[in-house]
């Protein structure tokens, strides 16, 4: 199983003392790109507002163009528009982070790239994003269920049969 080369579009909307992108950039995990056109076409994007879920199937295509999250607030009206990655919604998930701890769907972007990791089979990748954080490994146990069952889908449709389990 190859690597997952993780990157990010930093739209520069967040406090950057808080932002997990940001130390993840610094510890060498990810790579930030300048603008989302520099994102590599096929690239898994990680995307609040995609009409597919992440799934187990996604992982051929992450793991041959990359998995990306565009680094901008939830309070903004709008993301950016991407044409060349494939983007994918992350299923219900609660945040471990200290901003938005116990919150649904509000995962920073540390938070994000571990749950697709573990999804797509890559658990010892997010793992290892997570380490980063104090409160990292409090993500894992918030979520463990759903993860596991996300990760035993088959398909798009089957994680949000998954889902209904767990909202």
Not at 47 to 59: G, I, K, N, V
Request: net charge positive; with cysteine.
């Amino acid at each position: 199983m190859a690597r997952v080369r993780l990157l990010v579009y930093d739209a520069k909307q967040c406090d950057p003392k808080r932002c997990t992108a940001r130390k993840l950039r610094r510890f060498g995990l990810v790579v930030f790109v300048p603008r989302p056109s520099a994102l590599p076409r096929g690239a898994i994007l990680l995307r609040p507002d995609a009409t597919r879920a992440l799934s187990p199937e996604d992982a051929p295509a992450a793991e041959r163009h990359g998995l990306a999250v565009l680094d901008a607030s939830w309070r903004a009206a709008a993301f950016p528009r991407v044409s060349r990655g494939v983007a994918r919604a992350l299923p219900y998930l609660l945040a471990a982070n200290p901003v938005n701890y116990g919150k649904p769907f509000t995962l920073s972007s540390a938070e994000a790239f571990a749950a697709a990791l573990v999804i797509m089979g890559h658990e010892d990748e997010g793992k290892a994003v997570l380490s980063k954080f104090a409160w990292g490994d409090q993500f894992l146990v918030l979520n463990r269920q759903p993860l596991d069952a996300y990760r035993a889908a088959a398909d798009s449709s089957e994680v949000v049969k998954a889902q209904a389990l767990f909202i």
